[in-house]
């Protein structure tokens, strides 16, 4: 019984992590299929935010506050990511 202490329904906990773990098998996809670079990073991106995502919902189910703070870190480390390869991305595009 994951919802309960916080009033949060077993239910609607359950629903957001199939929802979640349906787009990241998608992302995952796009990320094996390519074609291109951008797409492929894109990707990792987007997986790299659904598991903190995911990290952040499993906390609010079992009610435990330290998993938040992984959340965070992971979706800082993503961020932190996708701003490096933008920076990559537009100096490998000048002449």
């Known amino acids: ?3 309960h202490i916080t009033g949060v329904p077993d239910t609607v906990i359950e629903l957001a992590l ?3 773990a349906v787009s990241l098998v998608l992302a995952f ?3 094996v299929r390519g ?3 951008m797409d492929r990073v ?3 991106e987007l997986i790299a935010s659904l598991v903190a995502a995911i990290v952040a919902v ?3 189910g079992t009610d435990d506050p330290a998993l938040i ?3 965070i870190a992971l979706a800082l480390v993503a961020f932190m990511g996708a701003v490096a390869f933008a920076r990559y991305a537009e100096l490998r595009e000048r002449p």
């Open 42 to 44: 894109t990707s990792l």
């Open 29 to 31: 996809v796009r990320l």
């Open 18 to 20: 199939v929802a979640l």
């Open 1 to 3: 019984m994951m919802g």
């Open 69 to 71: 703070d992984v959340a």
């Open 35 to 37: 074609p291109s670079l």
């Open 58 to 60: 499993y906390a609010i």
